[in-house]
């Protein structure tokens, strides 16, 4: 079954410093997605990603999917204590509708 | 519009009770799952269902039961609650995209503890 390794675990940065955060797969990645969680809260639907070379922004975060299609980065720029959470990747496994999930990436910015 | 929405919010059982989670949708999206987020685990994929009248084992099937049988609805059952399935629980629906993706559309969860 295909798996979703994210690195870094947690990431403690200081406001305004740009981060990013990786998400590689086992096999090649039909649809990638990235979603953000507040602690206590549901997800938060980011962006998608589907060929490889994509790159999608929203705001200050950019998300690509290289061309062999099984890593994506998450990246932010001058990031702010409003995007403190646990940032999630998800992708189908080939031939079936089952997401399946990264263990998460926790990010911390200190003000 | 809610989106999707569950049902309760928090709950604790006593081991071997039973107890059903609902969630519903009011996006008329054909894909609905449940998902459980533990600790370093991250989220683990349950049952999902690709229309009405139909379901599927995901990655952690086992203790738990679903039915789909109304497209809006989507039904977790515990038949007898063990500790181990204290947790966080995750609805989430996806509209039926041919040729494409759709993203997931989450539920803001439902913890539970089994004591």
């Known amino acids: 079954s295909q798996e979703l390794e994210q690195s870094p675990q947690s990431l403690i940065v200081q406001e305004g410093k740009n981060l990013t955060i990786n998400c590689t797969s086992s096999?090649?990645?039909?649809?990638l997605y990235w979603y953000k969680q507040k602690y206590g809260e549901g997800l938060i639907f980011l962006m998608m990603?589907?060929?490889?070379?994509e790159e999608k922004s929203h705001e200050k975060i950019t998300a690509k999917l290289d061309e062999k299609k099984q890593q994506s980065s998450l990246h932010i720029t001058a990031s702010q204590p409003s995007h403190a959470g646990i940032y999630l990747c998800?992708?189908?496994?080939?031939?079936?509708?089952?997401?399946?999930f990264g263990k998460g990436t926790k990010l911390t910015v200190n003000p | 519009n809610a989106g999707v929405t569950q049902t309760p919010k928090f709950r604790v059982l006593k081991t071997g009770q039973s107890m059903t989670l609902l969630c519903a949708q009011d996006?008329?999206?054909?894909?609905m799952y449940w998902y459980r987020q533990d600790p370093g685990m991250g989220l683990r994929l349950i049952h999902y269902?690709?229309?009405?009248?139909?379901?599927a084992k995901g990655e952690v099937p086992d203790g738990y039961n679903v039915s789909r049988l109304k497209k809006q609805n989507f039904l977790l059952g515990l038949e007898s609650a063990a500790p181990s399935q204290t947790s966080v629980y995750f609805c989430?629906?996806?509209?039926?995209?041919?040729?494409?993706?759709?993203?997931?559309?989450f539920g803001n969860g439902t913890r539970l503890t089994v004591t």
């Open positions: 989430a629906s996806s509209l039926l995209m041919t040729g494409g993706n759709s993203p997931l559309h």
């Open positions: 990603l589907q060929k490889g070379g």
């Open positions: 996006m008329n999206h054909e894909y």
């Open positions: 998800g992708a189908k496994q080939g031939g079936s509708e089952k997401l399946v």
């Open positions: 269902s690709v229309g009405e009248g139909t379901t």
């Open positions: 096999k090649t990645l039909y649809g």
